[in-house]
């Protein structure tokens, strides 16, 4: 089987991406919309209660995905870094540049989440725990991302700043 790479390089130019993912939003987007109806239908109304922790527990559908995808964007954020700068990528900085707003955003659904099940369970809104330590400062470091991006007026400069 033979790859055509010219598709990936397509890919990779931001006027040839936007035609591409803007014929792809529709349909993404409703399947996003139906499996997140599905999971958290099934997740809060049809799991059964915990034995120790009864319906607290249910938070955990919540928590655990924004708590991946707020890490996961951050490896996103140093994947995007590394290629916009030795490959120049605009389409890399862009991505860079997008994937911190939606981690800071998960990052703060996270802690919240976690010190919505932490109160009944261990009495605390907050401990400081290394995880929920290592939330924090990944938020802070959100924040720090778009503000440097937000702060530098020339385009390419913040690219790199963030990115390093």
Do not use: E
Request: aromatic residues 14%; proline residues 4%; contains cysteine.
């Amino acid at each position: 089987m033979k790859i055509s790479w010219t598709w990936f390089h397509k890919l990779g130019s931001p006027k040839w991406f936007y035609a591409i993912s803007g014929r792809m939003l529709p349909w993404l987007a409703g399947a996003a919309v139906l499996l997140l109806l599905v999971g958290i239908t099934w997740g809060l109304a049809f799991a059964p209660q915990d034995y120790q922790q009864g319906n607290s527990f249910r938070i955990i559908y919540i928590h655990v995905p924004a708590a991946m995808l707020a890490q996961s964007c951050y490896v996103l954020l140093a994947v995007a870094g590394v290629v916009g700068l030795v490959w120049k990528m605009k389409l890399a900085d862009v991505a860079l540049q997008c994937a911190a707003p939606i981690g800071a955003w998960m990052t703060a659904v996270a802690l919240v989440t976690g010190a919505i099940w932490g109160k009944p369970t261990w009495g605390s809104w907050w401990v400081w725990d290394a995880r929920l330590t290592s939330m924090l400062i990944l938020l802070f470091l959100y924040f720090g991302i778009i503000a440097l991006g937000q702060a530098i007026s020339n385009r390419d400069s913040a690219a790199k700043a963030c990115a390093v």
